[in-house]
């Protein structure tokens, strides 16, 4: 769906159309934070933003991508760190930084792998609301990975169950991938 990978088989379409390689309709966000170690927060979220202007960044431009930067920034709870280094901050910080600097950017799908792992219960709540009202305002499709059945119910419209323990039939203990084992229309 990312598009980093060409199908072995079939054709992936949204909205009637073959989604093809990776562009800027699609975003990601790794269960591993992946934050640049040299820019500073402020820097790793606008970074998108400003390369989308090119080598010509008006002034109004870079000040209203920066407080777009900042507004996400407060919305996590990381707008006094924003001058800090990604060694700097928790895991947990660095997460929520990896979710605005995908954000910004208005993807139309967003896959999450696991984005609120490293989150305290608390953080991890607000965090779930935030991307509820995210969707909500943007109707962004977001594919969302998570072990937590309840987080799954809680922002889930779809949950399709994956099972490890797939083999196709071709014999031996070769494991295959993975494979569906339900799929429930939850709203």
Known sequence: ILGQELPTSGVIHFKGEPIGF???????????????PHLTVIENVMLGRKLELGYFKSGAKLKAIRDESIEFLRRMGLEEHRHKYPHELSGGMQQRVAIAQALIMRPKILLMDEPFGAL????????????????????????????????????????????????????????????????????
Do not use: N
């Not at 990776?22 to 640049?36: E, P």
């Open 120 to 187: 305290d219960p608390g953080m991890r709540e607000a965090m779930q609301v935030f991307i509820l009202e995210i969707w909500e305002k943007s109707a962004m499709t977001l594919l969302f990975v998570t072990h937590d059945l309840e987080e799954a119910l809680y922002l889930g419209t779809r949950i399709i169950v994956l099972s490890q323990y797939y083999t196709d039939g071709r014999g031996g203990d070769c494991r295959r991938g993975a494979r569906i084992v339900a799929d429930y229309q939850v709203k």
């Open 22 to 36: 990776a562009d800027t309709r699609r975003g990601v966000v790794y269960q591993r934070y992946s934050l640049y």
